[in-house]
């Protein structure tokens, strides 16, 4: 983590500069409503202001520990807006006391009986690319502990078999997506689950957190992929059986997937992965409204195509990102495969978005042989926004804005209604709060009864009082994804901001299960605390 930014995503010679900064400011004072962005000075490292550890790790796990001031920064938070905001200001009263760095369950087994014993708080780190919250003890509870351990997973990082016949691979909680793809690729594989914070996450973080892959169709949440964990629990290791699907009873690492370190520690596991594909085909399609888009890609979806990317962004997505300039919203499809030519697939899904008003705007693109498709035209643009989405966020927070967003889930039926509510809401909360902003929307993903839309929002930030606004805002957007009937997240985990709503969204008895399991599981309370239950 020696170039990674202490308060920014990613990595220090990421951040763009001054010149960069001011450039992007013009684009904000448009964005806006014509405030005028102000380039803040930047903060350095040493004006970070990270408090004196509470406690330090035993003699017995000191090869492994870590109290380095910088370190307990980088550890103290996600990579939220909040966290930026934080950061930004040298703020890292979250960090934790110590960081462990074990290199074996036996390890992990290690820390977590020292914890409990000495109750120390816990919090199982992968990438550190929470955006909810996930990965520092709030701070109305640390005072409850006589101190906080984060137990960073980076050590775990073999890929410890291939069973080439099964399609499957044995692999450890702390690989990072970039160097996770490359093992696989020495063996023509690949896991093909793609995050936007594939290149810093970790396959550990995706499966503890839900996590949500770029492919819009088919296998899209890491659940699918999963074919059986071992995690450690202050109890003892917990290691499910490999099959590719039984009828036994509930399934027991369903348990783990989605459990946010609070019931164990995910340290391995046997993932279903792919031979890479070679065919490929997209095009880009423009609608005159988004829910003209929006019917489209119900249409696609529920016709038994599976495109690997059915993107719709909405006239203010394309705007933001500068991938159409006309007011439509534009509707990305691309197909992909092992063994076989997509243009028929692609040629009669273009056949079904034209019956909804669709015009194609770029391609068809088939490429074969391995060749990336959607180099160019909307889809570049998009791919390339994407990636660097997070990049921008940062650097927002330095030129005064407020970025943030939030993604949720509902059924077709009420798509339209609930669009319109979220929407307002926004808009509603920016003109109450800053005056105004942007508020823009696209799919992540689709399925044959309802899409998955990513919000986002943009505006001028009260600088001072960024925190206070952004409260306003996100408390605003979410009491209306719970009163329109979607869900407080599709992919982003729940972790401690989505919190308030989850308990609501969550069936009460199934609320009393899970602090059951987690009485069971973690007697003293030390793991992750505050997230999913009490």
């Known amino acids: 983590m020696a170039n990674r930014s202490l308060w920014a995503w990613g990595t220090v010679d990421r951040f763009p500069d001054d010149a960069a900064r001011r450039r992007l400011a013009g684009m904000a004072r448009m964005l806006t409503g014509g405030v005028e962005a102000t380039l803040l000075p930047l903060p350095r490292d040493e004006d970070a202001r990270v408090p004196e550890p509470r406690v330090a790790a035993p003699a017995s796990l000191a090869a492994m520990a870590s109290a380095e001031p910088r370190d307990r920064a980088l550890h103290a938070h996600g990579r939220a807006y909040p966290d930026l905001v934080r950061g930004f200001r040298g703020d890292f009263a979250a960090a934790p006391d110590v960081v462990l760095r074990p290199a074996s369950a036996a390890g992990v087994a290690a820390c977590l009986d020292w914890c409990s014993a000495a109750h120390v708080a816990c919090v199982p780190f992968g990438g550190g690319t929470s955006v909810v919250g996930g990965v520092e003890v709030a701070a109305d509870r ?5 101190g906080v351990a984060s137990l960073d997973l980076e050590r775990l990082d073999t890929l410890h078999e291939v069973d080439a016949a099964s399609l499957a691979v044995r692999a450890g909680a702390g690989f990072r997506g970039p160097a996770l793809e490359r093992a696989l690729g020495e063996h023509g594989l690949t896991l093909r689950h793609y995050p936007q914070s594939f290149e810093h996450s970790t396959l550990g973080g995706w499966i503890a957190t839900r996590a949500g892959g770029h492919f819009a169709t088919g296998p899209t949440h890491i659940d699918d992929f999963v074919e059986s964990i071992t995690a450690v629990t202050p109890r003892g290791v917990v290691s499910t059986r490999r099959l590719p699907a039984s009828g036994a009873g509930p399934a027991p690492e369903r348990l783990w997937i989605g459990s946010e370190g609070a019931l164990g520690v995910i340290t391995e596991a046997w993932m279903r992965v792919q031979h890479k594909p070679r065919f490929r085909a997209s095009a880009s399609v ?13 249409a696609l979806v529920q016709a038994g195509l599976r495109p690997a990317n059915c993107r719709l962004l909405d006239p203010a997505e394309c705007l933001l990102h500068q991938v159409a300039l006309d ?3 534009v509707l ?8 076989h030519d997509q243009g028929p697939a692609l040629a009669r ?27 160019a035209g909307e889809a570049g643009t998009w791919k390339k926004a994407f990636v660097d989405a997070p990049y921008l966020q940062s650097a927002l927070v330095s030129i005064g804005v407020m970025a943030d967003t939030f993604e949720t889930a509902c059924t077709w039926d009420r798509f339209d209604a609930f669009h319109a509510a979220v929407t307002t809401a926004a808009q509603d ?9 942007l508020v823009a929307c696209r799919f992540t993903h689709v399925y044959p009864d309802g899409p998955a839309p990513y919000y986002t929002f943009i505006g001028p ?16 957007v979410s009491e209306a994804l719970h009163a329109a009937g979607g869900t407080i997240t599709h992919h982003h985990a729940v972790g401690r901001t989505h919190r308030p709503w989850y308990d609501r969204e969550r069936p009460a008895l199934f609320g009393d299960v899970l602090r059951a399991a987690k009485q069971t599981l973690d007697p003293a309370g030390i793991l992750n605390p505050g997230v999913l239950v009490d």
């Open 429 to 437: 909360a920016l003109r109450r709060t800053v005056g105004g902003g």
């Open 349 to 375: 899904a273009l056949e079904l978005v034209r019956d909804h008003g669709g015009a194609v705007a770029s391609g068809p693109t088939i490429v074969t042989e391995g060749d990336e498709a959607g180099g």
């Open 142 to 146: 640390r005072g409850a502990f006589a």
């Open 332 to 339: 990305l499809v691309a197909f992909e495969s092992v063994d």
């Open 327 to 329: 007011g439509t919203a």
């Open 286 to 298: 423009k609608f005159k409204t988004t829910l003209a888009g929006a019917m489209a890609a119900r």
């Open 461 to 476: 930030a009260r600088v001072g009082d960024e925190l206070a606004v952004w409260r306003e805002v996100k408390g605003a």
